[in-house]
C-alpha cells in the first residue's frame, strides 16, 4: 500500500466510468428522518470546521481516497455490483449530514441498506495523464462534500492493458485502516461477481455503535480525572498548544504552503526482521524503535532532549469493527526523554514506556480531553497537531496482494503549516512518508531528517542494542556529525 499524494496521482488515460445514486435513493435523502446517534467527536470537530470552511470561502473537504487496479478493461456490471455491495454493508457510508433549521445544530440521518441502488454515468474518455488528473481534482472536491450525501466518488479508468479503480471519501466515513479495508473488499467482490459468484465477506460490526459506546464513555470523564492531568501536563510542555512538528521547516507563523509528500523507504523487508526482533530483544515494539530512532535524529539536529508527539491510536475494540469503514481513531500523546540516555536500548525504553501510556491514554477520547482542557489549551496553527503514525499494512486484510494489486491511499492537495509523519511497515519494509508544507527549506531537512532516521536504525542491526560509545558509530558521533558523514543504506 503506498501512501500518496494527489498531485502524484497521475493514472494513465482511459475511459472513466462513475457510478453515482440514483434518483430513488437521492430522493430518499430530503425526507430521511433525523438519526438518534450522537456524531463522534471525529465528526463533529470536522463538519463544524467544513461548516466554517464553506461559510468564509476557505479551502475545505479534506478528502481521503484510494486507488488500485485491475487486470484488463474493467468488467463494468461486476464493478458496479461490488460498489453497491460495499454501501450496502457499511452504516458509515450509508449515515449523512445535514445542518438544523437554526443552522446551530448537525443532524445525522441514515439511509436503510435496501434503499441503495447506483447507476453507471455515462462514459468519458481522456486521451491525457494531465487531462485525466485534472478532472478528478475538480470531481474529488466537488463529490465528496460532507453535506451532500452520499460524499463518495467511485470510478475505473478502464483500458484493455489495465485498468485503475478510484474512490474518494469524506473523512467523516472511514480512516486509514478503511481505505486498506475498503480496497481488500472491493477487489474481493469484483472477483467475486466476475466469476459470477457472491462475495464471501465476513459480517461487518457498525461504526454507529462506536458514536454511542465513544459519547457515553466521554460523559463519564470530568476535568479530575488523572487523564486529563497527564493530557493538561503534556499540553504545557508544548506551550499549551498541541506539539509541532520538531524540526524547522522555514514556516513562518500565520502562513500557509501548499503541501506535498515526502517518501522513502528506511528499511528493506530483512533489516525490518532483524530490527523488530532487537526491539524485542528490548522489551519494545518496532514502532517504539522507530520512534527511538526519531528522537535521537532530532536531538543530532537541534540538540532537543525530550521528543513529544501525537500518535493516532485505533478504537476497533470489538472483533465486528475489524471490517467496519468509519473513522476509528482518537488521537493520544506520546513524551519520551534522552537525558542520561547511554545506548540505543536507553532509548527504545524510554520509547516503549511512552508508548504504553499512550495506549491507555487511548481509552479516553482525545477531543473530549481537550474541551475538558479548557483555557489550558490554544490552536495555535491551521494543522491542529503534528503526529507520527504507525501501520503494519501486512497485518490488514489483504495485506499480503497490495503490491499484486498496485493499491495506493491517497489525500487532497491543500495548504498546510506544519507537518505529519506515517510509518508504514509493509511486504517490501518500512516506509516513512511526510506530509509537509512546500516551503524554499522544507525538502531538504527531511531528507536529512530521513537519512538519520536510516542511519540509526542501520548502526542498532550492526551494533544490535550495544552502547552508543561503541566503535561502530558512536553516541557522540550520531549526534554532533552531518548525515552525510555516516554510512549510508539502501534507499
Not at 437521492?26 to 463522534?40: F, G, K, N, Q, Y
Not at 552508543?468 to 539502501?490: I, N
Amino acid at each position: 500500500m503506498k501512501p500518496i499524494s494527489f498531485l502524484d496521482f497521475r493514472p494513465d488515460p482511459g475511459t472513466v466510468v462513475e457510478w453515482t445514486v440514483s434518483r430513488d435513493t437521492a430522493a430518499t435523502v430530503p425526507c430521511a428522518p433525523i438519526d438518534p446517534i450522537p456524531l463522534s467527536y471525529n465528526q463533529e470537530l470536522h463538519l463544524r470546521t467544513s461548516l466554517v470552511a464553506q461559510r468564509t470561502g476557505l479551502p475545505g473537504n479534506p478528502w481521503i481516497g484510494i486507488s488500485f487496479d485491475l487486470e484488463g478493461a474493467a468488467d463494468l456490471d461486476a464493478l458496479g455490483h461490488a460498489f453497491n455491495s460495499w454501501m450496502e454493508r457499511h452504516e458509515a457510508l450509508r449515515s449523512g449530514f445535514r445542518s438544523s433549521d437554526s443552522g446551530d445544530e448537525i443532524e445525522r440521518f441514515t439511509l436503510a441498506a435496501d434503499s441503495i441502488e447506483l447507476v453507471q454515468e455515462p462514459e468519458s474518455f481522456f486521451d491525457s495523464a494531465d487531462s485525466l488528473h485534472d478532472y478528478l481534482d475538480e470531481r474529488f472536491a466537488a463529490g465528496t462534500d460532507p453535506f451532500a450525501w452520499p460524499p463518495l466518488v467511485l470510478g475505473v479508468v478502464s483500458r484493455d492493458s489495465g485498468s485503475t479503480v478510484f474512490v474518494a471519501l469524506d473523512h467523516t466515513a472511514g480512516d486509514g485502516y478503511s481505505l486498506a479495508l475498503a480496497v481488500w473488499e472491493l477487489e474481493t467482490s469484483y472477483e467475486a461477481f466476475l466469476g459470477g459468484g457472491i462475495p464471501d465477506l465476513p459480517e461487518t460490526g457498525s461504526f454507529l455503535e462506536l458514536c454511542v459506546a465513544e459519547r457515553s464513555r466521554g460523559a463519564t470523564i470530568t476535568a479530575e480525572d488523572q487523564a486529563v492531568s497527564q493530557w493538561r501536563e503534556f499540553v504545557r510542555a508544548s506551550g499549551g498548544t498541541a506539539p509541532a512538528f520538531p524540526l524547522d521547516l522555514g514556516i513562518i507563523p500565520g502562513q500557509a504552503w501548499p503541501q506535498s509528500v515526502y517518501n522513502r523507504r528506511i528499511l528493506t523487508v530483512a533489516e525490518a526482521e532483524v530490527f523488530d526482533a532487537v526491539c524485542d530483544q528490548g522489551g519494545a515494539g518496532i514502532f517504539a524503535g522507530i520512534l527511538a530512532a526519531m528522537a535521537i535524529s532530532v536531538h543530532s539536529m537541534t540538540g532537543e532532549e525530550v521528543f513529544r508527539t501525537i500518535t493516532p491510536a485505533q478504537t476497533r475494540r470489538r472483533p465486528a469493527w475489524r471490517h467496519a469503514m468509519g473513522w476509528f481513531v482518537t488521537c493520544t500523546p506520546v513524551e519520551f526523554s534522552l537525558e542520561g540516555a547511554n545506548s540505543f536500548t536507553d532509548v527504545l525504553r524510554q520509547a516503549q514506556l511512552s508508548t504504553q501510556r499512550a495506549l491507555r491514554l487511548a481509552g479516553f477520547p482525545a477531543l473530549r480531553m481537550v474541551e475538558l482542557l479548557g483555557d489550558d489549551f490554544h490552536i495555535s496553527r491551521r494543522d491542529f497537531f503534528s503526529m507520527v503514525s504507525f501501520s503494519d499494512y501486512r497485518t490488514m486484510p489483504g495485506g499480503d496482494r497490495h503490491s499484486e494489486w498496485n493499491a495506493s491511499t491517497m489525500g487532497r492537495v491543500t495548504e498546510a503549516d506544519d507537518s505529519h509523519v506515517w510509518v508504514s511497515r509493509q511486504h517490501d519494509g518500512v516506509h516513512v512518508s511526510i506530509r509537509h508544507p512546500v516551503t524554499p527549506t522544507a525538502t531538504g531537512v527531511l531528507d536529512e531528517y530521513a537519512h538519520r532516521i536510516q542511519d540509526i536504525l542501520v548502526h542498532v542491526l550492526r551494533g544490535g542494542s550495544q552502547p552508543m560509545s561503541s566503535d561502530a558509530v558512536g553516541w557522540t558521533r550520531l549526534c554532533s556529525h552531518p548525515a552525510s558523514s555516516l554510512p549510508r543504506a539502501a534507499a
